[in-house]
């Protein structure tokens, strides 16, 4: 059963931007950690961004000072703005719901089904 929606995926070109929604009516609260992750094809699954209810997200360092994650607790929905996109952030980009402060896609056991990024050059 799905339990988080991402939305928002899209094709843009170099440069562009794109911004992603994640639902999370059931896990943006106190025991939740909410993260970003995306894997391009014959890669592994990366972590993009964690937050917490506290709103104050680490990132990746593959997208430090691009991607701004941010969380509105009382839509319960999770918000990664995404500028100045590269070819190499084309990925499937998914939510996650864990227990642990991490971008280790191990540490988080709900998953959402995933949106598509494609950036072209």
């Known amino acids: 059963q799905v339990q988080l929606f991402e939305s928002g995926g899209g094709s843009v070109q170099t440069g562009g931007s794109l911004s992603l929604s994640c639902a999370a009516p059931r896990h943006i609260n106190s025991n939740y950690y909410m993260a970003w992750f995306r894997q391009a094809p014959g890669k592994e699954r990366e972590g993009v961004a964690v937050n917490n209810i506290f709103d104050r997200p680490e990132y990746a360092d593959s997208v430090k000072g691009r991607f701004t994650a941010s969380i509105d607790t009382a839509k319960k929905i999770l918000y990664l703005q995404m500028n100045s996109l590269k070819p190499e952030d084309t990925a499937m980009y998914y939510c996650?719901?864990?227990?642990?402060?991490?971008?280790?896609?191990?540490?988080?056991?709900?998953w959402g089904q995933g949106t598509q990024v494609t950036v072209s050059s």
């Open positions: 996650a719901a864990g227990g642990r402060w991490s971008l280790q896609p191990e540490d988080y056991r709900v």
